[in-house]
């Protein structure tokens, strides 16, 4: 009789816990993290065994965390790896939309620009035109100038996100470690289904900062590494994280891992997860590149501008000078130099440009160099020539010192317009031509172009006189001395001198004269605003691409690259969902399966109290007849 | 065995049921607000760069319009001013005939002198006609200077750099003209040799200006006719020293022939006089009608007097003819370029249309496409809604 009671009470009491547990289950439903819990029933074995024992009824194993590691850890993956893409999505999308907005992009200031010069090549000598122009002009170097700040400033607002993620990491990290402490303590006692879930919570934050991975150890805490499996928590200790600043990085900073005077470098490349990931794989693929081409942009654009306005002739008659004001290219010296050797850069040829920084490495009197866009190296001893940069000593470098040669980092934010006032544009061509009124032949002469805006004698009146006719003589004409006679004629072939170039055609007759010299002053040609007009037709960009279709496919660029990883970005968050139902499949609440449990259970512990009810009545019964 | 769903896994991918498709009828009320379907370079990346040049190419067009009518205008003055000088040159040349009738006195051609000088006037003004801001359209790229000025003939100050503005992505018209190629450089006499009597001559010889009759035998020498008596002459080429007629009789009018020249004299000469005939000169239009005024104002009391006269008259006559030729010339010149100018606007608007036709295949929303697949859209969104009700109503807790 005491053994149904003892059973019944068993059962009872097991069926409360089990009661419970699916409370718990319920109450949690909707708690993020939450691992559902089972109750595990062992029945208790009679106590002697021989044939007819009665077992003496039911004992609460466990309450059971329903959590398998692997597929928590494919939750933590899929979801560091979906924050990384979205995170550079959602800044990509930034760029996508500031290159080809109408009131931002640069390609409606070219036009404008373009058409400002037409205007004041159809009409030289208004003044109001003029005026037009350089308006235009300042336009375009704000344009260019506000886009790099935009671009810049998105560069700074990652810098201060990236390092309050990294505070983030490192408080979680403490919090985590705190946390192993406090399983590693209650050790095998149980109970510990709640923190462990809290544990893979604070996991599953830091996964969404940094890829992290997780090591489960036999004492029960969960050891973490990132990057290059360098260790952030082991048990209870743990590792900070934070960045510095390092000039010979791309990014211009370093982010380590450490503590004390212990520091070591985490591997930009290794670190893909999480926000982090996602700001560093921005500032690699999308911005750097974007920052480097429009810098390049603007410094082909406004120097092919200056140099060619430098060959043209104000109304005052005197040369233009640079229209556009852009830096020149920096060189950044190592702290790690031990020499106080630099380097000196010019810029050789502007159609050779790459849009890249590069690494040099000073070793043994020759130079190593790198293309940080795509890796390419190239040495020799300096002054050594890439990509139309002359890259020179300026010192003595000990071995090992390095320098970065930036040419396009942040050209456009200092690109400005020097002029300032409208009758400072050089719209006439630099030497013009006049055909003897006398001349007996019908030949006519071309234009001169000027070859070489720095010879000496550009500006001296040259005459070219036909000796007889097949040659001629040419005749500097204020000193009178030949710069060549007898020259044999044809036509067509090109005659060049003191740094121009033309070209005589047809017949000449003995007694022709052509003279070339500077352009007559008060000029309304406008030949050279035509020539600047010109360059916007000039395969300027690498030798390959106008400068409108180097912005149109920097757009397309921007456009692609933020297309895929919004493409990416929506395969990763399926997986993602995917990982979690996956997860939830095991761990997760249903309130339907809870239903059911309760009512299970329910039942079960009324059919025990039944028991108790009918162990009674036997009782009450076997009591009626021992007291009759 | 299929997952066991729970109410957490359910609410999410519900949640992202929801917001999926309220994303996408976002996007296409964007497209269908805004009109086009690339609102932002991600949208269509390839498209979004020929965007950008169609844009730009577009933008040169119009401003090639622009620089056709800036052009068409300065060209239209040009003409106009051209049209003026071949009148007021055909008027001159009237006078010339009319002043070389044997019946006008001394008066008659004083009179026409008077009138000449007035011409003469609105030759000047034509040769200096400026354009809309005040440049001077025949004087090159020297604009700002008066290229011609009365007292000083050959004195040009313009030049010869020729004004240009492209007007179609290929092509490029000159807007102006030389001065010195409708105004100076005319040839003198016939336009290939002019004839002059020796001002000493004491006979009232006249020589006409004569004709080339052989291209191919023309040494464009320079040569004199010399009268030995007042019946034989002689023909020198002056360049060689060589004679190359000698002791020709003399009878008036008769045809001199030579080295491919052909002319005649007329009238009685002298035994000394000379005639001289130079090739490949050429005389400005403005000196050529100062010495007919000179030779206007010349009264004349004997033959030979008169014969001056004549011959004058007669050299300023071939003058005012070559003249003609020389601004008829430049005027179709520009006329051509007017007629360039009409065309290329045509091809530029021809382009125009095919650009824009592009861009609006590349860009253009297609707002049937859009409004039904907004409906669908839509649909789905409905649908969703009354799933999650159905679906969240449903609870085993409400059957216990």
């Known amino acids: 009789m005491s053994s149904v009671l003892n059973n019944a009470t068993t059962g009872l009491l097991a069926f409360q816990r089990a009661i419970a547990t699916t409370s718990q289950n319920i109450a949690n439903a909707n708690t993020e993290g939450y691992s559902r819990q089972r109750i595990d029933l062992d029945s208790i074995s009679p106590s002697a065994h021989y044939a007819g024992a009665v077992g003496r009824g039911v004992r609460v194993d466990n309450v059971e965390r329903l959590h398998n590691e692997f597929s928590t850890q494919r939750v933590i993956e899929s979801s560091s790896a979906y924050t990384a893409e979205d995170t550079h999505l959602n800044l990509a999308s930034r760029i996508d939309a500031l290159v080809a907005d109408e009131a931002l992009g640069l390609s409606p200031a ?50 201060q996100r990236m390092d309050s993620d990294i505070n983030e990491v490192n408080e979680l990290a403490l919090s985590v470690a705190d946390l192993n402490r406090r399983i590693t303590l209650l050790g095998t006692q149980g109970g510990t289904n709640e923190i462990e879930d809290q544990r893979d919570l604070l996991i599953g934050r830091i996964a969404d900062l940094i890829d992290v991975k997780t090591v489960s150890q036999d004492n029960g805490a969960v050891n973490l590494a990132i990057g290059n499996g360098q260790w952030l928590v082991t048990d209870s200790m743990t590792r900070e994280m934070r960045i510095v600043s390092d000039a010979t990085e791309p990014s211009g900073q370093a982010l380590q891992i450490g503590g004390g005077d212990l520091w070591e470098n985490l591997d930009d490349n290794v670190t893909t997860g999480g926000s982090i990931g996602g700001y560093l794989a921005f500032a690699r693929d999308t911005l750097s590149p974007t920052e480097q081409r429009l810098g390049r942009l603007a410094r082909v654009v406004a120097e092919g501008i200056n140099e060619t306005h430098r060959s ?36 050789d040829d502007n159609s050779a440009l790459q849009a890249s920084d590069y690494e040099v490495r000073h070793s043994a009197g020759n130079l190593y160099v790198t293309r940080r866009s795509d890796g390419e190296t190239f040495d020799g001893a300096a002054p050594l020539s890439i990509d139309g940069l002359i890259i020179a000593l300026d010192g003595t470098p000990a071995d090992g010192d390095t320098f970065i040669v930036s040419a396009n980092g942040a050209v456009a934010t200092g690109m400005s317009q020097r002029l300032t006032d409208p009758m400072d544009i050089a719209l006439a061509r630099r030497l013009g031509v006049d055909i003897g009124l006398e001349n007996p032949g019908r030949a006519t002469i071309e234009q001169p172009s000027v070859t070489d805006v720095l010879h000496p004698g550009l500006d001296s009146s040259v005459e070219i006189v036909f000796t007889a006719d097949d040659t001629y003589d040419v005749i500097d004409s ?40 500077p352009g007559d002053t008060p000029s309304t040609d406008n030949g050279n605003a035509l020539a600047l007009s010109d360059l916007q037709d000039a395969l300027s960009i690498n030798g390959t691409r106008t400068s409108v279709d180097e912005y149109a496919s920097l757009v397309s660029y921007v456009g692609g690259s933020t297309r895929q990883l919004d493409t990416r970005a929506q395969g990763l968050s399926t997986l993602l969902a995917e990982a979690q139902d996956r997860r939830d499949a095991l761990s997760g609440v249903s309130l339907d399966e809870e239903a059911v449990d309760l009512s299970r259970f329910t039942q079960a512990y009324q059919a025990s109290a039944q028991v108790v009810a009918t162990a009674d009545t036997l009782f009450q019964n076997l009591l009626a007849v021992v007291s009759r | 065995m299929s997952l066991r769903i729970t109410d957490t896994g359910l609410n999410r991918q519900m949640l992202a049921d929801l917001q999926r498709t309220q994303s996408t009828i976002a996007e296409t009320q964007l497209q269908i607000g805004s009109g086009s379907r690339i609102n932002k370079p991600s949208d269509d990346p390839g498209a979004i760069a020929r965007l950008v040049d169609i844009e730009s190419t577009q933008s040169r067009l119009d401003q090639y319009t622009r620089n056709a009518d800036a052009a068409e205008s300065r060209l239209v003055l040009e003409e106009t001013a051209m049209a003026s000088a071949i009148e007021t040159l055909s008027r001159l040349r009237e006078l010339a005939v009319q002043a070389n009738n044997d019946t006008m006195d001394d008066a008659g051609r004083t009179a026409i002198a008077t009138e000449i000088t007035e011409r003469l006037g609105e030759l000047y003004e034509a040769a200096n006609a400026r354009d809309a801001a005040g440049e001077y359209l025949f004087a090159g790229t020297q604009g700002s200077v008066r290229p011609f000025s009365p007292g000083n003939l050959n004195a040009w100050n313009g030049n010869e750099v020729p004004r240009e503005l492209p007007i179609t992505l290929n092509r490029t018209v000159k807007s102006g003209d030389f001065g010195a190629d409708a105004f100076l450089r005319v040839p003198a006499g016939n336009g290939t040799f002019a004839v002059s009597s020796n001002p000493g001559n004491t006979g009232s010889g006249v020589i006409d200006a004569g004709s080339l009759n052989d291209s191919a035998s023309f040494t464009a020498h320079d040569y004199e006719i010399l009268f030995t008596t007042a019946n034989t002459y002689d023909v020198v080429d002056l360049d060689t020293g060589t004679t190359v007629i000698a002791g020709a009789t003399y009878t008036a009018e008769e045809s001199i022939i030579f080295d491919g020249i052909d002319t005649y004299i007329k009238g009685v000469p002298a035994a000394g006089d000379s005639f001289q005939i130079v090739s490949g000169e050429q005389k400005d239009i403005f000196s050529a009608t100062s010495s007919f005024i000179d030779a206007l104002n010349q009264p004349f009391t004997n033959a030979t007097e008169r014969a001056s006269t004549r011959q004058l008259i007669d050299n300023a006559l071939s003058s005012f003819n ?41 860009q253009d929303t297609d707002i049937t496409e859009a409004v039904v697949r907004l409906e669908n859209q839509s649909t789905t969104l409905e649908l969703l809604y009354k799933s999650f009700e159905r679906v969240d109503s449903l609870s085993l807790f409400d059957y216990l």
């Open chain 1, 478 to 517: 204020v000193s009178g001395t030949a710069l060549a006679s007898n020259m044999s004629f044809t036509s067509g072939e090109a005659i060049a001198y003191n740094g121009w170039q033309t070209r005589i055609s047809g017949i000449p007759q003995l007694g022709d004269s052509f003279t070339i010299s």
């Open chain 1, 312 to 347: 043209g002739i104000k109304p005052d008659g005197t040369t233009g000078q640079d229209w556009f004001d852009v830096p020149g290219p920096l060189v950044i010296e190592s702290p790690d130099n031990t020499s106080s050797a630099s380097l000196s850069i010019t810029i």
């Open chain 1, 110 to 159: 070219m036009s404008e620009f373009d058409a400002a010069l037409q205007d004041a090549a159809a009409n030289p000598s208004s003044a109001a035109v003029r005026e037009v122009l350089l308006g235009s002009g300042q336009a375009l170097a704000d344009r260019f100038s506000s886009m790099q700040i935009e671009l810049s400033s998105t560069r700074n607002e990652v810098a």
């Open chain 2, 322 to 362: 070559q003249s003609l030729e020389s601004l008829s010339t430049v005027r179709s010149r520009i006329g051509a370029r007017l007629q360039i100018i009409e065309t290329s606007r045509n091809e530029n608007d021809a382009v125009n249309i095919q650009l824009a036709h592009t861009r609006s295949d590349l």
